[in-house]
T-cell receptor
Framework: GESVGLHLPTLSVQEGDNSIINCAYS??????FIWYKQESGKGPQFIID?????DKRQGQRVTVLLNKTVKHLSLQIAATQPGDSAVYFC????????????????FGQGTILTVHP | DGGITQSPKYLFRKEGQNVTLSCEQN?????MYWYRQDPGQGLRLIYY???????QKGDIAEGYSVSREKKESFPLTVTSAQKNPTAFYLC?????????????FGPGTRLTVL
């Protein structure tokens, strides 16, 4: 079946470096993508989202890039800090024929980001 | 304080017992969801409810049951039919709109079968 997956399960960076976390998706009908951050023992927190009619979206220190041609999504974190250490998930959603959401998200496996001071 | 609360934070169950996990939200969201997370893995959808008194099975509904009698509450029962219930359980809610569907998550309940 369709799935969302990640290229790399772990990523280690030095404090102050930029981080790039990647996600591949296989459902070409996906309309909406979300990045979540999950710290140990806690629920996922929303970071940033992007719709399929966009290529790039920026937030505070984060940028999401969407390449629909190769079905690839990435999360860039600028000036990574120790507090950014967490598991990062991408998730996808598909709108139904009426343009509203089914409400079901499909999550990738996750990437563990470790930031060394 | 607005948000999603889950209780208890930790839950221990003996084999053969049913247990119920609580999820409450005061965000006035229409839809609520239950996910299961196993170590080193992503989230898998158990059940979801888009309106009161209605719910649908997710990808791994076997051994679980839910109810949605109130908009604010979506309890999950892990029954004895669930053969491997030890996991981290996450509840989420949102109001599905035309083009965005951000789900907001509770803090989770860690269930351990003794």
């Amino acid at each position: 079946g369709e799935s969302v997956g990640l290229h790399l399960p772990t990523l280690s960076v030095q404090e102050g470096d930029n981080s790039i976390i990647n996600c591949a998706y296989s459902n070409s009908a996906s309309d909406y993508f979300i990045w979540y951050k999950q710290e140990s023992g806690k629920g996922p927190q929303f970071i940033i989202d992007i719709r399929s009619n966009m290529d790039k979206r920026q937030g505070q220190r984060v940028t999401v890039l969407l390449n629909k041609t190769v079905k690839h999504l990435s999360l860039q974190i600028a000036a990574t800090q120790p507090g950014d250490s967490a598991v990062y998930f991408c998730a996808e959603n598909t709108l139904n024929a009426g343009g509203t959401s089914y409400g079901k998200l499909t999550f990738g496996q996750g990437t563990i980001l470790t930031v060394h001071p | 304080d607005g948000g999603i609360t889950q209780s208890p934070k930790y839950l221990f169950r003996k084999e053969g017992q049913n247990v119920t996990l609580s999820c409450e939200q005061n965000l006035n969201h229409d839809a609520m969801y239950w996910y299961r997370q196993d170590p080193g893995q992503g989230l898998r959808l158990i059940y979801y409810s888009q309106i009161v008194n209605d719910f649908q099975k997710g990808d791994i509904a076997e051994g679980y049951s839910v109810s949605r009698e109130k908009k604010e509450s979506f309890p999950l029962t892990v029954t004895s039919a669930q053969k491997n219930p030890t996991a981290f359980y996450l509840c989420a809610s949102n109001t599905p709109r035309t083009s965005t569907d951000t789900q907001y998550f509770g803090p989770g309940t860690r269930l351990t079968v003794l």
